[in-house]
Each structure stands twice: as structure tokens, then as C-alpha cells.
């Protein structure tokens, strides 16, 4: 007790060592360590997220005490609630707001503007998909709106306009006339015309009352290229001559371009991008299907500075090109997920070769099925301490060989993702050799007449050869545990920092290890779903070494029951996300004991779940405030066929 009497700014210092969640959790102690925790220093870019209900009035006006701060407000629509929650954040916050996001909202143009002109210090406006402000055509079609908003919006420096349907030229003129000084603009998935108007069935004009056009994008890039940096034209249909009339604008320098799912891109338009673009830092060409290792090649020749570059899903890509990538210097984030044909050699001699080379602190090689443990073993050597994230999802031929080299050259890690990484036993994560039975040599025999060779046909004369997958490895005995704990070697308890894991679908995993080694005392998020041979104890055991777990994820873990949940939950005070689907052991039992230790918890899945009841999941949700999605199909032995 004696710290409630330390001064403000000494319980302040003390905090700063902390992650934010433990300083969330720090802040509920007293009331002086609450008002440490509301210094400055403490809520730079800090974003409130809520729904709309009548409980928003009270806590929109118990935000102004705050110096700036951001909101994100979902579900408003036409309503008076909704009018007077807008109206609020105007008269309470106006000019301390710096952000504003309005997600599953379907408000009116006069709500709207009659918030935005308080709104004098906004840095960010989203109006991701609210496709109600413009269907009508007339949103800011009147001067003195224009003029207002315009007052409001001088210093607006990230716009989304993502997902609008019924966005034309005429709109988005006059809204981005009210935003002198962008910096960030995002178009996603929106009906952009850029080389036909299939509205008027001619070449794209400007000034359509219908959609956006390439021209009408063209312009806003002239006036504002000195300011905007960043651009987001992901999911549309851009082509390669549109790609190219982009960046070659006059005064154009961007730094970051986002193209996620841009299917008709080619090669030469990536090209001609780096050439004109060659300041970018951040570059998203995911899903991008028609590029090939041509464009790889391209960002290593003329990107010099990029720091993030996203290839996933660019099935064409093969090795070709890597390893000139890793000359640059100050890339940090490479995401290959889902390339096919990536065997990662070129990824090692990139980075083999001197300095200088990247500095990789995110590698991504989801579902690379060519992947093997040699590659691994070798890039985990070559990245070191400087990697972060690292995501091996679905590599499907990786072996304890890979645990083990993880947990020996990449002590940094926070992030590390192996679900489905089915060869990945007790003996990689307890850092082990499993033992094997030694060859014995051949007694000589006699000369029994001419041999067979395999090649002749299984014909009787020869057994079959075992398949690796049929081969079930040696289960760790009470000698193998008293090994492990006196030696130092490379088990995944190395990884003291870790934040998150992933293990789903490892399905030779059991208690022996998730018991000995998940003990981390910063996780915050842990998959162990399908894992058919943990129990209780490793549920426990989690609990009680890693209890800062916000997410958790057991669902198709049939030996997880109530009684473990009773033993678990008391000790995962922080818990949020609880995934349980078909879980059989699991009942009601477990409902309640949510409803009594988890009362900050969001998201709940009991799915398949037979012995959970639609009731008492209604009963748990009347119990939890903060629970905003539940899933529960087909609980309590819903018949599949009759419903599906």
C-alpha cells in the first residue's frame, strides 16, 4: 500500500517499463496509479472502439477531459441515438479528435455534416463502405457545406475511401476539394473506370455522376503530389497502361503502394513502376497472379530503399530474383506466403553473400510446401537476432530439425506461427534427439541362388517400405523429461519473448511437451487447436505459466473438459478470445464458469459443441458486457443434415 503514496511522476516512470497491456492492468490498482497511467506520454495515438448504445453519451463526454484523442463508433444509422451520439462527439471532443472511423454504419449526409465542422483537428477520416452518404449523389453538392467542411478538413492527412459502391467522380470531387493536404488515400475496392465506361459504353470521360475514373484519379494526383505519400488501389481493376500513367505524374513520389489483388498487372507495368517510383518503402503485390520472378527482379534492381514488400499469393514466383533482393539493405518485412514454387535456396545465398544484405525482422513463407529443414536450419543462422515474426504455417515437410534451429539462432522472435506442421513432434519443442534403434549388421549368409531387385515387382520376395507418415514416434519417458531439464539445449523455452504461437493441427504433439515448454510469461496469443493428445494438464499448465493470454484457440481438442476449464479460467484474468468448437467434453458447465472469471471477454466459439445449449449461451452473453460475437452452430447435437 505503501505506493499509493509515491509521487504521480515516479509511479509514472515505473510504468513506462510495462507492455500496455500490463499497464491497462496496472492502472486498475488504486486511484494514483490510475492517474499515472493517464499521463501524456501514455495516450499519444490512442483509438476508443464501441458500439452504438445509449451508454456511448456518457462516455464520449467523459472523453473530454483527454487532450486528442481517436474513435471508432460501429453500427450507427439513421436513428435519433445516432444523431445524438454524432452531436456529442462534435460539442465534447470537436477539436481534440484526431481520428474517426465509422465501420457498419449506415448514417445520413445531414448527420454527418452536421459533425465534420467541429471537427477543426482531425488528422484521419474513414468512411470505409458507408455507402449511405453517397447513393443520393448529393453528399457536399452545396456551397456553404463545402466551404464548412472545407475549414474543418485543411490539415485531414489520411482519407479511406474503400469499398464505396455508388463513389463517382462528381462526389469525390467535391470531398477531396475540402482535403488540400493528403498524405494517405485509399480507393480499395471501388468501381474505378480506368481505360471504359460501361456505363455509357464509350472511353472514360471525366466528371461521371456514375463512378470514378482514371482521369478524374489523375488529376487529384497533379494537385496534391507534393503531399501524398501513400496510395491504396487494391482489389480493382486496374491496368497495366492505367499503372503506368499513375506513376509517371509529374512530381509523383510516393512511398507507399498498395495493389493487393490487381489481376490484370503484368511484368512490364511493375517495371516501369520501380523506374518512375523508385522512392517507394512499403510495396504490396499480393494476389497480383500474372507477375513472375521478371518483377522480382525489377524491385531489386531500382527499389533501393523498400522496407516491406508483400509477394503472397503470386503463384508464378519461383527463387529467381531473391537472392539479388536480399542486397537490399533496408528491407525488414519479406511476406512469400503461398508462392508455390519458392524453395527458399536463393533466400540463403542472398543472404550469405557480404555485407550489404537485408535485415529481416518479418519473414513470411506460409504454405511454401517445398520448404524443408535445410533451408531453415540455414536461414535461421544467416537472420539471427534481428527476426521478429516469423510465419512457417503449413510447411508441411518441416521436422523437429527446424524446432530446434528456431529455438537456437532466433532469440528475438515474438511472433511464431507452425500450425500444420504435422512431422513437428515433443522431441523438436523439448529441443531432443529422439532416439532411434541402431542398425544391426547383417549376419552372412549363404548363397541362396540369384536376388530380386525391387525394380522386378513386390511379388512376395520383398516387404513393402514403411512411409514416413506411418511411422508413429517414441513417446518421451519420465528419463528423457530428467535430460531435458539438466541440459541447456535449444528448446522453445529459449524463446523467453515470445508474444505469439501457433501449433494448430501439430497432431503428434502431447502433454510432455506443451507441459514442459509453453511457458511464457508475455504470450499473448496461443492456437493449440487440433491437437487430439493434449489434456487438461497442458490446458492448466498453460494457464498458469502463461496468464497473460489475451486469445486462446482449443477447439477440436476432444480431451479438454470442464474440469480443466474450472482449474484454467481463474487464472486467465485477461482473456478476450476463447475458441472451444467441437470440443465434446466440453458443456455448460464450462458457460459458467465463463460468465464468473472472464468478464473482459469478446469473442466466444462453442460451435459443434452437443452438450452446450442455445439457452444458456443467451443466458451467458445477458452476463458479459464486453461479449460482442458468439459463435454456437450447431450446439447441443444439431442434426447437420437437417439443417444444412
Same mark, same amino acid.
Not at 239 to 249: D, F, G
Not at 339 to 352: A, F, P, R, T, Y
Not at 525 to 547: G, N, R, T
Given at each position: ?409 532466433? %532469440?528475438? $522472435?515474438?511472433? #511464431?506461427? *507452425?500450425?500444420?506442421?504435422? /512431422? @513437428? =513432434? !515433443?522431441?523438436? &519443442? ?90 511464457? %510469461?508475455? $504470450?499473448?496469443? #496461443?492456437? *493449440?487447436?487440433?491437437?487430439? /493428445? @493434449? =489434456? !487438461?494438464?497442458? &490446458? ?105
Amino acid at each position: 500500500m505503501e505506493g499509493q503514496h509515491l509521487p504521480t511522476e515516479i509511479i509514472s516512470y515505473i510504468l513506462g517499463y510495462l507492455h500496455v497491456t500490463d499497464r491497462r492492468e496496472a492502472s486498475l490498482v488504486c486511484k494514483s496509479w490510475y492517474e499515472a497511467s493517464q499521463e501524456h506520454q501514455f495516450q499519444k495515438n490512442v483509438t476508443f472502439k464501441f458500439p452504438l448504445s445509449t451508454s456511448s453519451l456518457d462516455f464520449i463526454r467523459a472523453l473530454a477531459r483527454r487532450p486528442c484523442c481517436g474513435l471508432i463508433i460501429s453500427h450507427l444509422d439513421g436513428s435519433s441515438l445516432s444523431r445524438q451520439v454524432l452531436v456529442e462527439v462534435g460539442v465534447h471532443l470537436g477539436p481534440h479528435l484526431e481520428s474517426l472511423a465509422l465501420p457498419g454504419s449506415s448514417i445520413t449526409e445531414s448527420s454527418l455534416l452536421g459533425l465534420l465542422p467541429h471537427l477543426t483537428g482531425l488528422q484521419k477520416l474513414d468512411l470505409q463502405g458507408l455507402d449511405s452518404l453517397f447513393m443520393s449523389g448529393a453528399f457536399l453538392s452545396r456551397e456553404e457545406h463545402r466551404q464548412q467542411v472545407q475549414h474543418a478538413l485543411r490539415n485531414l492527412q489520411e482519407l479511406d475511401l474503400s469499398d464505396l459502391r455508388y463513389l463517382s467522380d462528381l462526389s469525390f470531387n467535391r470531398l477531396t476539394s475540402c482535403t488540400p493536404k493528403l498524405c494517405q488515400l485509399s480507393l480499395a475496392g471501388c468501381h474505378i473506370a480506368f481505360e471504359f465506361d460501361p456505363y455509357r459504353g464509350c472511353p472514360v470521360g471525366s466528371g461521371s455522376s456514375a463512378l470514378v475514373s482514371l482521369r478524374n484519379i489523375l488529376s487529384l494526383l497533379q494537385k496534391q503530389a507534393s503531399t501524398l505519400r501513400r496510395l491504396d488501389l487494391s482489389r480493382t481493376s486496374i491496368t497495366p497502361e492505367s499503372l503506368r500513367s499513375i506513376a509517371q505524374v509529374p512530381g509523383l513520389c510516393l512511398e507507399e503502394l498498395s495493389l493487393h489483388g490487381c489481376k490484370e498487372l503484368t511484368d512490364y507495368s511493375m517495371e516501369i513502376l520501380c523506374k518512375q517510383q523508385n522512392a517507394l518503402k512499403t510495396l504490396d503485390l499480393s494476389a497480383c497472379t500474372e507477375l513472375t520472378s521478371r518483377t522480382v527482379l525489377a524491385v531489386a534492381t531500382e527499389l533501393k530503399d523498400l522496407q516491406l514488400l508483400t509477394l503472397s499469393q503470386d503463384w508464378k514466383i519461383t527463387d529467381k530474383g531473391l537472392a539479388e533482393l536480399m542486397a537490399l539493405h533496408c528491407l525488414r518485412a519479406l511476406d512469400l506466403s503461398e508462392c508455390l514454387h519458392v524453395i527458399g535456396v536463393d533466400l540463403v545465398k542472398g543472404l550469405s553473400s557480404p555485407q550489404p544484405r537485408a535485415q529481416l525482422e518479418t519473414l513470411s513463407l506460409r504454405n511454401c510446401t517445398y520448404i524443408r529443414d535445410a533451408v531453415i536450419y540455414s536461414l535461421t543462422q544467416l537472420l539471427g537476432s534481428n527476426l521478429k515474426k516469423l510465419d512457417l504455417t503449413s510447411c508441411v515437410y518441416l521436422t523437429d530439425l527446424s524446432v530446434r534451429a528456431i529455438a537456437t539462432y532466433l %532469440p528475438a $522472435l515474438v511472433v #511464431l506461427r *507452425l500450425g500444420w506442421c504435422k /512431422e @513437428i =513432434s !515433443d522431441w523438436g &519443442l523439448l529441443g531432443m534427439v529422439e532416439p532411434t534403434k541402431d542398425c544391426e549388421p547383417r549376419d552372412k549368409e549363404e548363397d541362396k541362388g540369384p536376388s530380386f531387385t525391387r525394380t522386378f515387382g513386390n511379388m512376395g520376395f520383398f516387404q513393402p517400405p514403411s512411409l514416413p507418415f506411418q511411422e508413429k514416434p517414441r513417446l518421451v519417458t519420465d528419463e528423457d523429461l530428467g535430460t531435458f531439464k539438466e541440459q541447456e539445449g535449444a528448446s522453445l523455452l529459449a524463446l523467453r519473448g515470445l508474444q505469439e504461437l501457433d501449433l494448430s493441427a501439430c497432431s503428434k504433439l502431447t502433454d510432455t511437451s506443451i507441459t514442459q515448454v509453453l511457458r511464457f %510469461p508475455e $504470450l499473448r496469443h #496461443l492456437s *493449440l487447436s487440433m491437437l487430439p /493428445e @493434449i =489434456s !487438461d494438464e497442458s &490446458l492448466v499448465s498453460v494457464a498458469y505459466h502463461c496468464c497473460s493470454l489475451t486469445s486462446l484457440a482449443l477447439s477440436h481438442c476432444p480431451q479438454i473438459s470442464d474440469q480443466g476449464m474450472a482449474r484454467a479460467l481463474p487464472l486467465l484474468r485477461r482473456l478476450q478470445h476463447l475458441y472451444l468448437a467441437c470440443c465434446d467434453a466440453i458443456t455448460n458447465e464450462t458457460l459458467s464458469i465463463i460468465s464468473l472469471h472472464c468478464d473482459r471477454l469478446r469473442t466466444l466459439d462453442v460451435s459443434m459443441c452437443k452438450d452446450i445449449t442455445v439457452h444458456q449461451v443467451d443466458h451467458l452473453q445477458s452476463r458479459l458486457p464486453f461479449l460482442e460475437k458468439v459463435q454456437c452452430r450447431f450446439v447441443n447435437g444439431a442434426d447437420f443434415t437437417i439443417i444444412l
